[in-house]
């Protein structure tokens, strides 16, 4: 059997004190959600930690390292709470959710990611009767994964897939 050798160091540079969670790669990219209150100061009743937002770091490769965190976009970040980003680099395409101040009502927004620049944001185009968040997009962009309160689930919150029709379209979400 092959041994391999893993060099686990903690970063940081990117954690906080905060919540620091749902990482992913996009590009040289580690983008990330936190709930660090530098945005804004105010606080969620909730947790008593500040809005999630998202944030990225990028790699140096000359420096082996990743870079301090910092906001990853005012074009994506508000005053309402985003997290749980997922890249499809074939599409180019992001997802993430974003949640009223409550976090009662969730929905997952759609961006493509072009010259350097994030595109304006946009609901997904597939119907959610209730609330919709923490997706995961696959490699190849033509499968959503998200988790939803809709009927047809089994209680609670259920985990549910919907199919890419086309450039534009999704089709119906299957639990």
């Known amino acids: 059997s092959t041994q391999h050798i893993i060099n686990i160091r903690s970063l940081y540079n990117i954690n906080s004190k905060y919540s620091d969670y749902a990482p992913a790669i996009m590009e040289e990219q580690l ?5 660090r209150p530098e945005k804004s100061k105010r606080l969620n ?3 008593a930690q500040g809005y999630s937002n998202l944030y990225k770091a990028v790699f140096d490769p000359n420096k082996d390292t990743w870079t301090d965190a910092m906001l990853l976009s005012e074009e994506l970040n508000s005053r309402k709470p985003e997290g749980v980003f997922t890249y499809s680099p074939v599409t180019r395409e992001a997802f993430f959710m974003k ?3 409550n976090n009662q ?3 997952i927004l759609a961006t493509k990611y072009q010259n350097g620049s994030w595109q304006a944001t946009q609901k997904v185009t597939f119907n959610v009767d209730g609330s919709a968040g923490h997706p995961s997009v696959s490699q ?3 499968t959503l994964f998200f988790v939803s309160d809709m009927p047809g689930g089994y209680g609670g919150k259920d985990i549910w ?4 029709v086309d450039d534009y379209m999704w089709g119906l979400p299957a639990n």
């Open 99 to 101: 949640c009223s101040e």
């Open 31 to 35: 983008i990330f959600s936190s709930t």
């Open 105 to 107: 009502d969730c929905r």
């Open 161 to 164: 897939k919907v199919e890419r």
């Open 140 to 142: 190849d962009g033509q």
């Open 45 to 47: 009743k909730r947790t």
